[in-house]
T-cell receptor
Framework: SQQGEEDPQALSIQEGENATMNCSYK?????LQWYRQNSGRGLVHLIL?????REKHSGRLRVTLDTSKKSSSLLITASRAADTASYFCATDEGGAQKLVFGQGTRLTINP | GAVVSQHPSWVICKSGTSVKIECRSLDFQATTMFWYRQFPKQSLMLMAT?????????EQGVEKDKFLINHASLTLSTLTVTSAHPEDSSFYICSATGTDQETQYFGPGTRLLVL
């Protein structure tokens, strides 16, 4: 299945700074989800945004969705060392509940 | 809530042997379970989708006779890698959806190393 693109592939920032990751996809969707994966572990669901929503917040996370541009962004504010992980966006463009994952952004928070 | 477990967490086996990986939804009934594989520093690739009591649907390029999937109950799905070879070495992750059918909850993954 085709995968979306994530930008940047890797991001390294200082603790306390904000981190922004972007995701683009190819076809129409019903929803887009963001997941976090710590090294060698499974994925943790962060947030789901539906196609009729433009912005959603959850704690220090802010997700936007622009269906006209087929893109989404994930903003983590006031980053912490524990936020170091890979972040993936996933859309339901695969159909039948299937998720299509982006390539992921490897985020490193430096203390 | 929505916890998914996998067993084993890692396995080393000899080439030619078969390996079974279990995926369980611990606190909800999983109507659908998914199996993914992930190579180092890469994204997840869907291998197959399984619904309880029916045959799994495999993605293009995934050999169904090599990767046997059994979804015998609403809380358990198994993936058996038959006649494993070194190129099958990978990180295998399962996920499950409940009644909302939207959010997939992922297991912690199983690292397979075939010698």
């Amino acid at each position: 299945s085709q995968q979306g693109e994530e930008d940047p592939q890797a991001l390294s920032i200082q603790e306390g700074e904000n981190a922004t990751m972007n995701c683009s996809y190819k076809t129409s969707i019903n929803n887009l989800q963001w997941y976090r994966q710590n090294s060698g572990r499974g994925l943790v669901h962060l947030i789901l945004i539906r196609s009729n929503e433009r912005e959603k917040h959850s704690g220090r996370l802010r997700v936007t969705l622009d269906t006209s541009k087929k893109s989404s962004s994930l903003l983590i504010t006031a980053s912490r060392a524990a936020d170091t992980a890979s972040y993936f966006c996933a859309t339901d463009e695969g159909g039948a509940q299937k998720l299509v994952f982006g390539q992921g952004t490897r985020l490193t928070i430096n203390p | 809530g929505a916890v998914v477990s996998q067993h084993p967490s890692w396995v080393i086996c000899k080439s030619g042997t078969s390996v079974k990986i279990e995926c369980r939804s611990l606190d909800f009934q999983a109507t659908t379970m998914f199996w993914y594989r992930q190579f180092p520093k890469q994204s997840l690739m869907l291998m197959a989708t399984s619904n309880e009591g029916s045959k799994a649907t495999y993605e293009q390029g995934v050999e169904k006779d090599k990767f046997l999937i059994n979804h015998a109950s609403l809380t358990l799905s198994t993936l058996t890698v038959t006649s494993a070879h070194p190129e099958d070495s990978s990180f295998y992750i399962c996920s499950a959806t409940g009644t909302d059918q939207e959010t997939q909850y992922f297991g912690p993954g199983t690292r397979l190393l075939v010698l």
